[in-house]
DNA sequence: ATAAGTTTGTGAAGAATTTCACAAGCCTCC
DNA sequence: GGAGGCTTGTGAAATTCTTCACAAACTTAT
């Protein structure tokens, strides 16, 4: 694939996943071409937005006409890794690990639950989608058993650091976390961090200092 | 308060309120003062970003000493706008909108939640945490009637426009959504995003675009 | 074949955000 | 009370991200 030389903007890599969506929807419908015009219209962004995100990767579309639906879905899946199948467990199988499991664009998207971990005993052994709950102790040991590149970690912020260490030392690179904590890794690994609190307050500061 | 003469970056209160969580930490454990370099540890940034971001709203520190824990940490609380407790309704009485209503911080930080609204009859009526689910229909009434702040939208993508066109209509004010579209709504509402597919598929091209 | 009408791709300009660097101020110790 | 050692607050510089604007290229219509 054509290499980004540049380092390419995490809010790139955003709109990014943002125009697959709608494409996919797009090719869905049989719809043959979009112009970057629609594409941003459907995503809340600009048209000259949407053509230079595409233009680190390469020149896909025809003057005149707009991009192709389908060869565009695709090139998308393949520059954001989606060809690819993922493989990843979840740590913690409270509410939110519960919802995640359900979430059905989960597999969907290549990415595959191959484990689910939790240390209350009395959650362990229990079944759980399609896996079972397996004891926090063994999570080391299977990450690297199993070369599993992803870690979905939805504990108390309290527990977060320590677990995610561990994972690191056993070759994780990526983590999604929903603790409300920051993490402290090495500078290979990939972290992204989904706070709820952080966006309610957000809200609440917007609410707070509008319209001066 | 002191007005924000500029308009103040998302991404700086973000961090405002990655901070006041790390001050509450530290007036729990009774430290008196914190320096910008010791918050910027804590919440992976850097010192100068930190003393950056509060000298937007005021002048807080000491020269020499550090900032006041206790009181930057009431500050930030009004500066959030967290002194007030906010109206939520959550939309969608699912798996996710389930994990939502049992979020502690919720509450903690100000946000009560006054009702849960469901499409769904089988869910309609069902006590639901110390709500019970209404329906849907109500919605846009029991939104002006109670003066609803925020509603957090947990229901699938193909009905959030619509659902999100009725409270705007309704008078509501802000919005957070969990459904993986972008929503259309008027400048002076304010809306966050959480798309978990999203954010995933940042992790997956770190992991196919990493060390180059 | 030509003209008219679109739409891309992209340097350059502009805006926003982060980092730098240092004067000014405060505390502590002697 | 003066000296030394920290730490803030902040303009200015650097960097990053977005928007502009237009030549080039393609389609369609006649």
Redesign the interface.
């Known amino acids: 694939m054509t ?2 030389i540049k380092r ?1 903007a ?1 809010s790139t ?2 709109r ?3 125009y ?2 709608y494409l996919e929807g797009l090719d869905g419908l049989g719809q043959q071409t979009a112009s970057s015009d629609e594409l941003a219209q ?3 962004t600009t048209p000259a937005q949407v053509r230079k995100d595409l233009s680190f990767f390469g020149s896909f579309g025809k003057r005149g006409l707009g991009y192709p639906v389908h060869g565009l879905t695709e090139r998308l899946r393949e ?4 060809s ?1 199948a ?1 493989q990843v467990v979840i740590v913690g199988a409270g ?2 690990g ?3 499991a ?2 059905r ?2 597999r969907q ?3 595959q639950v191959v484990g689910v971990y939790d240390k209350n005993p009395e959650k362990i052994g229990r079944p759980w989608g399609d896996a079972t709950v397996r004891d926090m102790l063994a999570l080391a040991h299977d990450v690297k058993e199993k070369h599993v ?2 870690a979905v970690i939805a504990i108390p912020a309290d527990d977060a650091q320590e677990v995610v260490d561990q994972i690191v030392a056993a070759g994780i ?4 976390s929903f603790a ?5 890794v090495p500078p ?1 690994i ?1 972290v ?1 961090t ?19």
Chains 1, 2 share one sequence.
Not at 79 to 82: D, H, K, S, T, V
């Open positions: 290499l980004p390419i995490e890599v955003r990014l996943s943002m697959l969506r459907l995503c809340g520059i954001l890794g989606l690819h993922w509410k939110i519960s919802a995640l359900e979430y664009g989960f998207r290549g990415f590149d992803i690179r990526a983590i999604l409300p904590t920051s993490l402290h290979h990939a992204k989904v706070n709820m609190a952080m966006e309610l307050e957000g809200l609440s500061f917007a609410l707070t200092n509008r319209g001066e």
